[in-house]
């Protein structure tokens, strides 16, 4: 059971880490397989069943992500997005390159 449905007297008891996050996230793979196979049965009252809990665990992942402190928040120097200088470079073939 996801710890998004323990009671909510024994939340605070529970232990966030990466293991119940994984468990979380393999959970909710499973709840999209079986979505699908149910949209593809024509059976949608149980499409919904599970996609409430699809919804609650990704809420529930989501407050978690929004209260933890961010790990590695790349400076503005080394940051993966291209820049105004980088993003106006495009890449041309050489003349001596065939297409």
């Known amino acids: 059971m ?6 909510q007297r024994l939340r605070g008891t529970a232990k966030i880490n990466q293991e119940t996050i994984q468990r979380l996230l393999d959970e909710n793979d499973q709840f999209i397989r079986c979505i699908v196979e149910y949209m ?22 989501a407050t978690l992500a929004d209260a933890s402190p961010p790990d590695n928040v790349p400076s503005s120097s080394s940051s993966s997005w291209p820049t105004s200088d980088q993003s106006s470079t495009v890449m041309q073939p050489s003349a001596n390159e065939e297409s």
Not at 2 to 7: A, G, L, N, R
């Open 2 to 7: 996801s710890i998004v449905f323990v009671p």
């Open 40 to 61: 593809h049965k024509g059976r949608a009252v149980e499409c919904v069943k599970y996609q409430q809990f699809l919804h609650r665990n990704i809420v529930y992942l």
